[in-house]
């Protein structure tokens, strides 16, 4: 099976992915700043914590591994949404470059639907409450994904919509044209089926589609 490293495990995506990549039967290593506080257990489970913006933490995180599937997160407090965030794009940048040095060549990155040129798919209505709420930290996204398309590694970028809490559907579509792009709620256990199904198949490599339920 194929081991796996996701960044940003400890909540989220990143730990709803944690959980269905060791019931799909490959070995994860979950890396996080607060990885020794995840609460799964399981003999294919290594928790290894530390920060996505040090280059040795990240470097020490890749050795043996086959794909990266990174899924970061900020909060959504006043100073985030109101000064943006740099985050997405230093982080992306520390993993790419350590990803060249030393493998592996097979990336996949969670960003949004409305990052990118999906911005422009977003109805009028959420266009709105996007530029008025989410704007700064998506300006980031955008740096992050031309980070990412501009590696040279295996790369894919998953872009989901709105994201919800609540047990795996399985009912998720990944949308890959741009014409069917439109924003959706997607439960995040869904979005991490649809990660851990990309992992496997490959079948998005080098494309950018939106993920909705």
Same mark, same amino acid.
């Given at each position: 099976?194929?081991?796996?490293?996701?960044?940003? +495990?400890?909540?989220?995506?990143?730990?709803?992915?944690?959980?269905? =990549?060791?019931?799909?039967?490959?070995?994860?290593?979950? %890396?996080?700043?607060?990885?020794?506080?995840?609460?799964?257990?399981?003999?294919?489970?290594?928790?290894?914590?530390?920060?996505?913006?040090?280059?040795?933490? $990240?470097?020490?995180? #890749?050795?043996?591994?086959?794909?990266?599937?990174?899924?970061?997160?900020?909060?959504?407090?006043? =100073?985030?949404? #109101?000064?943006?965030?740099?985050?997405?794009?230093? +982080?992306?940048?520390?993993?790419?470059?350590?990803?060249?040095?030393?493998?592996?060549?097979?990336?996949?990155?969670?960003?949004?639907?409305? +990052?990118?040129?999906?911005?422009?798919? #977003?109805?009028?209505?959420?266009?709105?409450?996007?530029?008025? =709420?989410?704007?700064?930290?998506?300006?980031?996204?955008?740096?992050?994904?031309? $980070?990412?398309?501009?590696?040279? #590694?295996?790369?894919?970028?998953?872009?989901?919509?709105?994201?919800?809490?609540?047990?795996?559907?399985?009912?998720?579509? $990944?949308?890959?044209?741009?014409?069917?792009?439109?924003?959706?709620?997607?439960?995040?256990?869904?979005?991490?089926?649809?990660?851990?199904?990309?992992? =496997?198949?490959?079948? %998005?490599?080098?494309? +950018?589609?939106?993920?909705?339920?």
């Amino acid at each position: 099976m194929t081991r796996i490293l996701i960044i940003g +495990a400890s909540r989220g995506i990143g730990l709803e992915t944690v959980k269905v =990549a060791l019931e799909t039967g490959h070995d994860v290593r979950a %890396f996080s700043r607060s990885a020794d506080k995840i609460a799964v257990s399981h003999p294919k489970l290594e928790k290894l914590s530390g920060d996505a913006l040090e280059k040795d933490d $990240v470097g020490h995180a #890749l050795s043996g591994m086959d794909v990266v599937i990174q899924v970061l997160g900020t909060p959504s407090d006043p =100073a985030t949404l #109101l000064g943006g965030t740099t985050l997405f794009s230093q +982080a992306t940048r520390i993993l790419v470059d350590a990803m060249q040095r030393v493998g592996p060549k097979r990336l996949i990155c969670v960003t949004g639907i409305g +990052a990118g040129d999906s911005r422009d798919h #977003l109805d009028a209505l959420y266009r709105i409450a996007f530029m008025l =709420a989410l704007k700064r930290i998506y300006d980031d996204k955008d740096v992050q994904e031309q $980070v990412v398309r501009n590696s040279g #590694l295996d790369w894919t970028i998953m872009r989901p919509g709105l994201l919800r809490d609540g047990r795996a559907t399985g009912l998720y579509r $990944v949308l890959e044209n741009p014409e069917d792009w439109k924003v959706g709620p997607v439960r995040r256990s869904d979005v991490a089926l649809a990660l851990v199904e990309e992992a =496997a198949s490959g079948n %998005f490599l080098g494309k +950018a589609p939106v993920v909705i339920g």
